[in-house]
T-cell receptor, first 112, second 115 residues
Framework: AQSVTQPDIHITVSEGASLELRCNYSYGATPYLFWYVQSPGQGLQLLLKYFSGDTLVQGIKGFEAEFKRSQSSFNLRKPSVHWSDAAEYFCAVAAGDYKLSFGAGTTVTVRA | EAGVVQSPRYKIIEKKQPVAFWCNPISGHNTLYWYLQNLGQGPELLIRYENEEAVDDSQLPKDRFSAERLKGVDSTLKIQPAELGDSAVYLC?????????????FGPGTRLTVL
Protein backbone atom coordinates (compact mmCIF):
# COMPACT_ATOMS: atom_id res chain seq x y z
CA ALA A 1 0.00 0.00 0.00
CA GLN A 2 1.10 3.55 -0.64
CA SER A 3 2.18 5.90 2.16
CA VAL A 4 3.49 9.42 2.65
CA THR A 5 6.00 10.84 5.10
CA GLN A 6 6.31 14.52 5.87
CA PRO A 7 9.46 14.74 8.02
CA ASP A 8 8.86 18.27 9.30
CA ILE A 9 6.02 18.71 11.77
CA HIS A 10 6.45 22.46 12.08
CA ILE A 11 8.39 25.07 10.11
CA THR A 12 8.80 28.74 10.95
CA VAL A 13 9.81 31.08 8.17
CA SER A 14 10.17 34.85 7.91
CA GLU A 15 7.89 36.74 5.58
CA GLY A 16 9.62 37.16 2.24
CA ALA A 17 11.91 34.19 2.78
CA SER A 18 11.77 31.02 0.74
CA LEU A 19 9.94 27.91 1.89
CA GLU A 20 10.48 24.25 1.17
CA LEU A 21 8.32 21.47 2.56
CA ARG A 22 9.49 17.90 2.26
CA CYS A 23 7.43 14.92 1.18
CA ASN A 24 8.56 11.34 0.68
CA TYR A 25 6.26 8.69 -0.66
CA SER A 26 6.26 4.95 -0.82
CA TYR A 27 4.63 3.28 -3.81
CA GLY A 28 5.78 0.62 -6.22
CA ALA A 29 4.60 2.21 -9.42
CA THR A 30 4.36 5.76 -10.71
CA PRO A 31 2.29 7.63 -8.17
CA TYR A 32 -0.18 10.42 -8.48
CA LEU A 33 1.01 13.13 -6.09
CA PHE A 34 -0.78 16.08 -4.56
CA TRP A 35 -0.19 18.98 -2.20
CA TYR A 36 -3.10 20.42 -0.25
CA VAL A 37 -3.25 23.41 2.08
CA GLN A 38 -5.57 23.73 5.07
CA SER A 39 -6.12 27.07 6.77
CA PRO A 40 -7.62 27.12 10.27
CA GLY A 41 -11.28 26.21 10.20
CA GLN A 42 -11.20 25.57 6.48
CA GLY A 43 -11.30 22.54 4.28
CA LEU A 44 -8.34 21.37 2.25
CA GLN A 45 -7.54 23.22 -0.96
CA LEU A 46 -5.53 21.67 -3.77
CA LEU A 47 -2.29 23.55 -4.48
CA LEU A 48 -0.93 21.35 -7.26
CA LYS A 49 -0.75 17.80 -8.56
CA TYR A 50 1.61 15.57 -10.52
CA PHE A 51 0.57 12.72 -12.76
CA SER A 52 3.23 12.50 -15.45
CA GLY A 53 5.38 14.61 -17.75
CA ASP A 54 7.38 17.59 -16.57
CA THR A 55 8.69 16.85 -13.09
CA LEU A 56 8.45 20.51 -12.03
CA VAL A 57 4.82 21.36 -11.41
CA GLN A 58 3.40 24.84 -10.99
CA GLY A 59 0.45 25.41 -8.72
CA ILE A 60 -1.71 28.15 -7.30
CA LYS A 61 -0.57 30.90 -4.95
CA GLY A 62 2.97 30.85 -6.35
CA PHE A 63 3.79 27.31 -5.21
CA GLU A 64 5.70 24.73 -7.18
CA ALA A 65 6.78 21.16 -6.53
CA GLU A 66 9.38 18.88 -8.02
CA PHE A 67 8.96 15.13 -8.47
CA LYS A 68 12.17 13.17 -8.02
CA ARG A 69 11.65 9.50 -8.69
CA SER A 70 15.16 8.52 -7.58
CA GLN A 71 14.52 10.05 -4.16
CA SER A 72 10.82 9.17 -3.94
CA SER A 73 10.21 12.80 -3.12
CA PHE A 74 7.75 15.53 -4.07
CA ASN A 75 8.91 18.65 -2.25
CA LEU A 76 6.88 21.85 -2.25
CA ARG A 77 8.54 25.24 -2.64
CA LYS A 78 7.70 28.90 -2.68
CA PRO A 79 10.32 31.57 -3.39
CA SER A 80 8.87 34.26 -1.13
CA VAL A 81 6.25 33.54 1.52
CA HIS A 82 3.47 35.88 2.56
CA TRP A 83 1.83 36.02 5.97
CA SER A 84 -1.27 34.46 4.40
CA ASP A 85 0.73 31.29 3.67
CA ALA A 86 0.60 30.35 7.35
CA ALA A 87 -1.38 27.11 7.32
CA GLU A 88 -1.04 23.37 7.42
CA TYR A 89 0.22 21.62 4.32
CA PHE A 90 -0.50 18.03 3.38
CA CYS A 91 1.19 15.87 0.80
CA ALA A 92 -0.88 13.00 -0.58
CA VAL A 93 -0.36 10.06 -2.90
CA ALA A 94 -2.94 8.12 -4.86
CA ALA A 95 -2.63 4.68 -6.36
CA GLY A 96 -4.72 3.07 -9.04
CA ASP A 97 -7.63 2.56 -6.69
CA TYR A 98 -8.20 6.34 -6.48
CA LYS A 99 -7.65 6.37 -2.74
CA LEU A 100 -5.73 9.34 -1.39
CA SER A 101 -3.24 8.63 1.38
CA PHE A 102 -2.21 11.77 3.23
CA GLY A 103 0.88 12.57 5.23
CA ALA A 104 0.60 13.89 8.79
CA GLY A 105 1.06 17.45 7.60
CA THR A 106 3.49 20.30 8.15
CA THR A 107 2.41 23.42 10.01
CA VAL A 108 3.92 26.60 8.62
CA THR A 109 4.25 29.68 10.79
CA VAL A 110 5.20 32.97 9.13
CA ARG A 111 6.88 35.59 11.28
CA ALA A 112 6.94 39.25 10.39
CA GLU B 1 -20.70 28.19 -7.46
CA ALA B 2 -21.16 26.97 -3.91
CA GLY B 3 -18.56 24.65 -2.49
CA VAL B 4 -19.07 21.56 -0.39
CA VAL B 5 -21.37 22.38 2.49
CA GLN B 6 -21.21 20.61 5.82
CA SER B 7 -23.27 20.98 8.95
CA PRO B 8 -23.01 21.38 11.77
CA ARG B 9 -19.59 22.99 11.94
CA TYR B 10 -19.15 22.07 15.57
CA LYS B 11 -20.80 19.45 17.75
CA ILE B 12 -20.29 18.61 21.40
CA ILE B 13 -21.93 15.50 22.80
CA GLU B 14 -21.54 13.14 25.69
CA LYS B 15 -20.25 9.64 25.13
CA LYS B 16 -22.78 7.01 24.17
CA GLN B 17 -24.97 9.63 22.49
CA PRO B 18 -25.72 9.45 18.76
CA VAL B 19 -24.54 12.12 16.34
CA ALA B 20 -25.05 12.82 12.66
CA PHE B 21 -23.19 14.92 10.13
CA TRP B 22 -24.60 16.21 6.89
CA CYS B 23 -22.86 16.97 3.62
CA ASN B 24 -24.06 18.62 0.44
CA PRO B 25 -21.53 18.15 -2.37
CA ILE B 26 -20.86 20.46 -5.28
CA SER B 27 -23.68 20.27 -7.79
CA GLY B 28 -23.05 17.64 -10.43
CA HIS B 29 -20.34 15.83 -8.50
CA ASN B 30 -21.03 12.12 -8.58
CA THR B 31 -18.34 11.03 -6.17
CA LEU B 32 -18.54 11.82 -2.48
CA TYR B 33 -16.03 11.02 0.26
CA TRP B 34 -16.10 11.09 4.04
CA TYR B 35 -12.78 11.50 5.81
CA LEU B 36 -11.75 11.40 9.45
CA GLN B 37 -9.03 13.82 10.54
CA ASN B 38 -7.54 13.32 13.98
CA LEU B 39 -5.60 16.14 15.61
CA GLY B 40 -2.15 16.45 14.10
CA GLN B 41 -2.87 13.92 11.36
CA GLY B 42 -3.85 13.92 7.74
CA PRO B 43 -7.35 12.90 6.66
CA GLU B 44 -8.15 9.21 6.43
CA LEU B 45 -10.84 7.90 4.13
CA LEU B 46 -13.89 6.41 5.82
CA ILE B 47 -16.18 5.82 2.86
CA ARG B 48 -16.47 6.70 -0.82
CA TYR B 49 -19.67 6.92 -2.85
CA GLU B 50 -20.18 6.82 -6.57
CA ASN B 51 -23.68 8.24 -6.94
CA GLU B 52 -25.69 6.40 -4.30
CA GLU B 53 -23.45 3.34 -4.18
CA ALA B 54 -20.78 2.94 -1.52
CA VAL B 55 -17.84 1.73 -3.62
CA ASP B 56 -15.32 1.65 -0.76
CA ASP B 57 -16.38 1.39 2.88
CA SER B 58 -13.55 -0.84 4.02
CA GLN B 59 -12.29 1.74 6.54
CA LEU B 60 -15.69 2.49 8.08
CA PRO B 61 -16.10 1.01 11.58
CA LYS B 62 -19.43 -0.57 10.88
CA ASP B 63 -20.23 -1.47 14.45
CA ARG B 64 -20.95 2.17 15.28
CA PHE B 65 -20.63 4.16 12.06
CA SER B 66 -23.11 4.27 9.22
CA ALA B 67 -23.52 6.44 6.16
CA GLU B 68 -26.05 6.96 3.44
CA ARG B 69 -26.34 8.91 0.26
CA LEU B 70 -29.94 8.74 -0.78
CA LYS B 71 -30.67 9.90 -4.33
CA GLY B 72 -26.95 10.26 -4.93
CA VAL B 73 -26.70 13.85 -3.73
CA ASP B 74 -26.60 14.72 -0.01
CA SER B 75 -24.99 12.37 2.43
CA THR B 76 -25.24 11.73 6.14
CA LEU B 77 -22.63 10.12 8.37
CA LYS B 78 -23.83 8.79 11.71
CA ILE B 79 -22.12 7.55 14.83
CA GLN B 80 -24.10 5.56 17.38
CA PRO B 81 -23.01 5.38 20.12
CA ALA B 82 -20.18 7.90 20.15
CA GLU B 83 -17.00 7.15 22.08
CA LEU B 84 -14.35 9.48 23.46
CA GLY B 85 -11.96 8.43 20.71
CA ASP B 86 -14.35 9.67 18.05
CA SER B 87 -13.42 13.28 18.82
CA ALA B 88 -12.02 14.54 15.53
CA VAL B 89 -12.85 16.55 12.44
CA TYR B 90 -15.07 14.84 9.89
CA LEU B 91 -14.47 16.08 6.38
CA CYS B 92 -16.65 15.63 3.34
CA UNK B 93 -15.27 15.96 -0.17
CA UNK B 94 -16.66 15.57 -3.67
CA UNK B 95 -15.31 15.20 -7.17
CA UNK B 96 -16.91 15.14 -10.62
CA UNK B 97 -16.56 11.40 -10.93
CA UNK B 98 -14.45 8.56 -9.63
CA UNK B 99 -11.03 9.15 -11.15
CA UNK B 100 -7.71 9.67 -9.43
CA UNK B 101 -6.90 12.68 -11.56
CA UNK B 102 -10.08 14.45 -10.54
CA UNK B 103 -9.56 17.03 -7.83
CA UNK B 104 -11.37 16.36 -4.60
CA UNK B 105 -13.05 19.48 -3.23
CA PHE B 106 -13.26 19.54 0.54
CA GLY B 107 -15.82 21.06 2.84
CA PRO B 108 -14.84 22.91 6.03
CA GLY B 109 -15.51 19.87 8.19
CA THR B 110 -17.44 19.16 11.37
CA ARG B 111 -15.43 19.25 14.56
CA LEU B 112 -16.81 16.66 16.98
CA THR B 113 -16.01 16.71 20.67
CA VAL B 114 -17.13 13.75 22.75
CA LEU B 115 -17.14 14.33 26.51
Amino acid sequence: AQSVTQPDIHITVSEGASLELRCNYSYGATPYLFWYVQSPGQGLQLLLKYFSGDTLVQGIKGFEAEFKRSQSSFNLRKPSVHWSDAAEYFCAVAAGDYKLSFGAGTTVTVRA
Amino acid sequence: EAGVVQSPRYKIIEKKQPVAFWCNPISGHNTLYWYLQNLGQGPELLIRYENEEAVDDSQLPKDRFSAERLKGVDSTLKIQPAELGDSAVYLCASSPRLAVYNEQFFGPGTRLTVL
